[in-house]
């Protein structure tokens, strides 16, 4: 599956954005979609995930409440919800694809190609 991320942008602390990843390629609804974040110089931060039908999501501690992962198999569409957003959210954000339950980045197989969130205090 192929990804493509977007939908990042620069706001200010408290904002709200909404980023998109789109699928194309076969099975898009076989995958568990995750979203993971990195800054220079550091490994790829676990965001949040969701499975392959949308019924069940996990998020990392620093989001859980401001962040919502959502998807669209009909339009082979994740998105990442983020309110409140703080200068700590600031990083290149990435969606991937994994073919089983997972949170590591190592176990995901497909990633989109990152998307920018600067956000402003």
């Known amino acids: 599956v192929q990804l493509q991320a977007s939908g990042g942008g620069l706001v200010q602390a408290g904002d709200s954005l909404r980023l998109s990843c789109a699928a194309s390629?076969?099975?898009?609804?076989?995958?568990?979609m995750g979203w993971f974040r990195q800054t220079p110089g550091t490994d790829y931060e676990f965001v949040a995930t969701?499975?392959?039908?949308?019924?069940?999501?996990y998020y990392a501690d620093s989001v859980k409440g401001r962040f919502t992962i959502s998807r669209d198999n009909a339009e082979n569409t994740v998105y990442l919800q983020m309110n409140s957003l703080t200068p700590e959210d600031t990083a290149v954000y990435y969606c991937?694809?994994?073919?089983?339950?997972?949170?590591?980045?190592?176990?995901?197989?497909?990633w989109g190609q990152g998307t920018l969130v600067t956000v402003s205090s």
């Open positions: 991937a694809a994994a073919t089983g339950w997972t949170f590591s980045w190592q176990n995901y197989r497909s």
């Open positions: 390629g076969r099975s898009f609804s076989r995958y568990v």
């Open positions: 969701i499975s392959s039908t949308g019924g069940a999501t």
